[in-house]
């Protein structure tokens, strides 16, 4: 038995191993590679320059706010009588909101107009700037920087899933560098211009004329937003792919959950976020630990440290314009070596760093130090064309936002407090060697092995491209004879265990389908991803034409697509009438329509109607079944999914739900049932999908599956076995 279970467990690897091999498509065939490479100039006025205009202008008037409160630091502590570090909490407490924020904004990128969105996070960005500068006191002033934050995570999310749609993909790593390059310069800028405006200003509040005079062009920039164009989801990756762009009329909402539980299934993202987190603890940290040994064990004074940030800052300005269309041309001929550029970008630091903090001289120290955090940086700004890349176009928005908690709240977090705590017990040199060295070699390596998974996620892009098309042509050819529910091209896994492989299958309106297969095949995960519990890997669910891959479990509900589930279904310490009443808990306001489907549900099971007032755990397994039935159907289904509708009955007790059934079905309702009994299943299903060992075996009638005895016989088998 145990070498049994041992092939078997090898053969499910291997096919799994086979389905993430098999989708792969010649590198010509992927978005954005080869065919014509554009220049800057063609690429910008593909999208129009306006967009990306209000986008530099937005992202460098967030640098020039952020360092605006590092230099006037000193001067706010002072107003409202602080200590450093109630003031170091408050400028560092920025950055925790902009994570908080990622996650809202993303998910409004996904679903609402990205023109909005960044108009609105613009306008609020702007209030809370003047804002800043207004407070009164510490704890507005706190508030105010809250709302500033939150409204910056707009960056990262909203204007990097803008980027992607607007322009297309052969300039996206320019695109990305420019926006990135330029909010750095202003950054650089900024400590100027912000104290100068102080000292004009001058006096104890000279401190929020900066934020007054910020403010301002922040909010005619975000006015100018609201009119940018919103350009097609998707439309660069289906010109390239498709050569034409499907337009989605009516979307449906994407579920937060659902969308991460898609997007952690892409290899290339998910070893992207693993490798700039890890970096993370390096990039971020590094600057600030140099500064404290530059001054302690070097004696460098505060222009010195001055003199090598801003080198630093200037070799990063320099270094963006060589990278970025060097990652352009390679993404255009081969893109695995375009992502594994980032990665050999990264690791040098890592051999630089203790030749660097061992220098003899303050000299040798400034200078090693410029080169590693360069390319850091420069491939920390190019990780955004490779998450836009790879990610489904409905989930750019929440992709970004995903990568942006990891890098920023795991990455950043927690390097601080990791090198903080090393710090403190030792010294600025053990911190970098022990935390930078591993976190750069790590993140380095990571990105590298990233880059071998990059055609396979670009070739899943253009399955899922092709497939949307050749649906949009089948809907537009024969309007009349959408199906009600789809399930196309469907693998899922539970953690690393592929137990769907490519499932597919059609209902059509009314009919009742029979899900049959031996134990263990998968049929009630099918039934579960189609009512939204779990998410697939790839592949496609859609309901009277539409998609709804990623719609939380309640919307498909408000839908129509319920679930009873297998087992029991019901709540056995209260009621029948209060089962009801809590699955009608949604209808609450609309009394008349919820005493009629009361009625309604009643009168199918008589038998209830007569002792509602029993408690519901001493009712016999048949009637449990009926009420948990009835609690399901008081929604008015669409399409009704049953896991095991005969598990455990007594023939009687079938014969009754099978009578209901026939009624339900003659009501014109759609059934999909999972059923481990064929006679059951051909007693009341028009169609049989027969699963095994999570891959459909046959779809068909379901008396021809009958006469099929090789499956037929592996039903029964499979139940005596089980
Ligand atoms: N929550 C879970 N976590 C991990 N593995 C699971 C989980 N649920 C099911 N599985 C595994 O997934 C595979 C498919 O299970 P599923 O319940 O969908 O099959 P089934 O066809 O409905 O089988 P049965 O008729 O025996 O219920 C099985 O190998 C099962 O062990």
Redesign the pocket.
């Known amino acids: 038995m145990a070498t049994g279970l041992i092939d078997a467990e090898a053969e499910r690897q291997e096919r799994q191993a086979q389905a993430r091999r098999e989708v792969l498509f010649a590198d010509e065939l992927l978005p954005g590679v080869g065919g014509e490479s554009l220049s800057l100039r063609q690429g910008l006025a593909a999208g129009g320059s306006l967009t990306f205009l209000v986008l530099v202008l937005l992202n460098a008037l967030d640098e020039l706010e952020s360092a605006a409160l590092s230099v006037l630091a000193p001067d706010i502590r002072d107003a409202f009588g602080l200590s450093d570090g109630a003031i170091v909490f408050i400028s560092a407490a920025a950055g925790a909101f902009l994570v908080l924020g990622a996650l809202p904004m993303g998910f409004l990128a996904d679903r609402f107009r990205r023109s909005r969105v960044i108009g609105w996070a613009g306008v609020v960005f702007s209030l809370m700037v003047l804002a800043s500068g207004l407070a009164a006191n510490a704890f507005l002033f706190f508030l105010a920087r809250f709302g500033v934050g939150v409204a910056k995570s707009s960056n990262n999310t909203a204007h990097s899933s803008l980027i992607a749609d607007a322009y297309p993909i052969g300039v996206r790593g320019r695109l990305s560098a420019s926006v990135y390059g330029a909010a750095r310069a202003a950054g650089a800028l900024s400590p100027l211009i912000v104290a100068g405006i102080a000292t004009w200003a001058g006096g104890e509040n000279g401190w929020r004329w900066p934020f007054f005079i910020l403010g301002l062009p922040a909010l005619l920039v975000a006015v100018v937003a609201f009119r940018l164009p919103e350009p097609p989801r998707g439309q660069h990756e289906m010109r390239s792919v498709l050569g034409e762009v499907i337009e989605d009329a009516a979307p449906a909402p994407i579920s937060v959950e659902a969308a991460f539980a898609r997007l952690m299934r892409i290899r290339t993202l998910r070893t992207a976020i693993i490798a700039f987190s890890a970096l993370g603890f390096s990039l971020f940290t590094t600057s600030v630990l140099a500064n404290l040994w530059a001054e302690d064990h070097y004696g460098m004074s505060t222009f010195q440290r001055g003199l090598a940030g801003s080198l630093g800052g200037a070799a990063f300005v320099v270094a963006l314009p060589i990278v970025a269309p060097r990652y352009d041309r390679l993404y255009h001929r081969d893109p695995e070596r375009a992502v594994r550029l980032l990665g050999l970008c990264v690791l040098p630091g890592a051999v630089l760093l203790p030749v660097q903090w061992f220098m003899p001289g303050w000299v040798g120290f400034m200078l090693l130090g410029i080169p590693g955090a360069v390319f850091a940086s420069v491939a920390f700004a190019m990780v955004g064309p490779v998450v836009q890349s790879v990610t489904p176009y409905r989930l750019r928005g929440l992709g970004m936002a995903l990568a942006a908690v990891y890098m920023f709240f795991v990455g950043a977090t927690g390097g601080a407090l990791l090198s903080g705590l090393i710090s403190n017990a030792y010294d600025p040199r053990v911190a970098v060697l022990v935390v930078g060295i591993p976190a750069t070699l790590v993140g380095g390596l990571m990105m590298i092995r990233g880059a071998s998974f990059v055609k396979n996620d670009l070739s899943l892009v253009v399955a899922d491209l092709r497939e949307e098309l050749a649906e949009r042509d089948r809907q537009r050819a024969d309007p009349e004879n959408v199906p009600v529910l789809q399930v196309n091209g469907v693998d899922f896994s ?2 690393n ?1 592929q ?2 492989f490519d499932v597919a299958f059609e209902v059509r309106r009314g009919e009742t389908l029979a ?1 049959l ?12 991803v189609i009512c939204g519990l779990g998410t697939p890997s790839r592949g496609v669910v859609r309901l009277n034409g539409r998609t709804i891959t990623y719609v939380s479990p309640e919307q498909r509900g408000k839908y129509g697509v319920h679930l009873l589930p ?1 087992g029991k279904g019901v709540f056995p310490d209260m009621s029948i009438r209060e089962n009801l009443e809590m699955a009608a808990f949604r209808m609450r306001r609309d009394r008349a329509d919820r005493d009629r489907r009361f009625a309604y549900v009643l009168d199918l099971f008589p038998d209830l109607a007569g002792r509602q007032s029993q408690l519901a755990g001493s009712l016999s397994g048949g009637q449990q079944q009926m009420l948990a039935l009835a609690m399901v159907l008081l929604h008015d289904p669409e399409v009704l999914l049953i ?2 509708l005969s598990l455990g009955l007594a023939p009687a007790v079938v014969q009754d739900l099978l009578a209901i059934l026939e009624r339900l079905k003659a009501d014109g309702l759609t059934i999909v049932v ?1 059923e ?1 009994s064929l006679n059951i299943a051909l007693a009341i299903a028009d169609r049989a999908v027969f ?1 095994e060992k ?1 891959q459909v075996r046959f779809t068909g009638p379901a008396r021809e599956l009958a006469e099929r005895d090789d499956l037929a016989r592996a039903v029964f088998l ?1 139940r005596e076995g ?1």
């Not at 297969?517 to 579960?528: E, P």
């Open positions: 539970y953690g265990v137990v769907l899900l297969g031996t134990n263990g095949a998968g049929k009630s995960t099918i039934l579960k297998g896991d095991e999972v481990q699963l999570g499979g089980g």
